[in-house]
């Protein structure tokens, strides 16, 4: 795994460019508070003698973003708000034998119902979360690679504010499928590679943090289709449009094989995971693609 990454942007504010910060003044740095005085050159460095972290990194405008969406401004409040209420009329009606009764339908349907209701609303308020903290979140990989030839995954991230106890992990996965039986599909995966980019670290707001790590392509050896998972995934996602969670996961099965980038941003104890996928091939006496 040849190299890794991590800087902030130059950064637009009021529709101009800011380009590196550099200059004769002092400057404190806001992560150890060290004082970094100019050298021989008469230019102050770039970076904090004590510990490291980047001049622009605290001294960079801030980015000309729209304002933050208020929670009943995003899509997936509301989704939560419903089925929270479709969880609690069916605890209601778990709760009372006559309306179990009435209903018509059995007390470990009922409860498998309220279940479902609830993991639905936690996925819909999660996904209304995260909707509010990033105004963009791109995960930028080639669209194809030679066996054996280096590639770089760009990640990019702009919070509305400022974030912390923030991880960025950036890995290369084979993505496969292995048939079950006559008709079924389990899907499989290795990891080929991956570096921990940042570790309960913290992100400017409004600022763009963009995270680089590369990869080496690999030769393409696994099965990466199959009919019947391609069926499953057109199920999931007809559910998917009441269920947030369930349309992440019929775009994941379908688009399970492969060679996969995967980014996984955490923000304290919530997920999200990014995926994009890169055609390896490698051309010999026979053509070869995954």
């Not at 479902?116 to 669209?143: H, I, K, M, T």
């Not at 499953?232 to 060679?259: S, T």
Request: glycine share 12%; charged share 15%.
């Amino acid at each position: 795994m040849p190299h890794y990454a991590y800087g902030v942007t130059t950064a637009r504010a009021g529709g101009a460019l800011a380009g590196p910060l550099a200059g004769p003044q002092t400057w404190e740095c806001g992560a150890c508070g060290h004082s970094n005085r100019p050298g021989d050159t008469g230019i102050a460095a770039l970076t904090c003698e004590a510990c490291g972290v980047a001049k622009r990194y605290w001294l960079d405008p801030p980015l000309d973003l729209p304002s933050q969406l208020s929670l009943t401004a995003v899509p997936g409040f509301w989704f939560g708000v419903g089925w929270l209420l479709a969880a609690i009329v069916g605890g209601v009606v778990w709760l009372s034998p006559s309306l179990t009764a009435l209903s018509g339908l059995g007390r470990n349907f009922v409860l498998f119902e309220v279940a479902a209701a609830l993991y639905a609303a936690a996925s819909s308020f999660l996904d209304g979360a995260w909707e509010r903290w990033f105004n963009q979140v791109d995960l930028a990989v080639p669209d194809h690679s030679a066996t054996g030839q280096p590639f770089s995954a760009t990640l990019t991230l702009v919070p509305y504010r400022s974030l912390k106890r923030v991880s960025v992990n950036i890995r290369l996965v084979d993505r496969f499928y292995e048939r079950e039986g006559t008709s079924g599909v389990k899907t499989s995966s290795r990891v080929l590679g991956s570096f921990q980019m940042l570790r309960s670290g913290e992100l400017r707001g409004r600022r763009s943090a963009i995270f680089e790590a590369g990869f080496t392509t690999p030769f393409p050896a696994t099965k990466h289709s199959d009919v019947m998972a391609e069926i499953g995934a057109d199920v999931l996602d007809v559910v998917g449009r009441f269920v947030p969670a369930l349309r992440w996961n019929a775009r994941n099965l379908r688009e399970h094989g492969g060679y996969i980038v995967e980014a996984t941003v955490t923000v304290g104890l919530i997920s999200r995971r990014l995926h994009k996928r890169l055609l390896a091939y490698h051309i010999g006496e026979q053509i070869h693609f995954g």
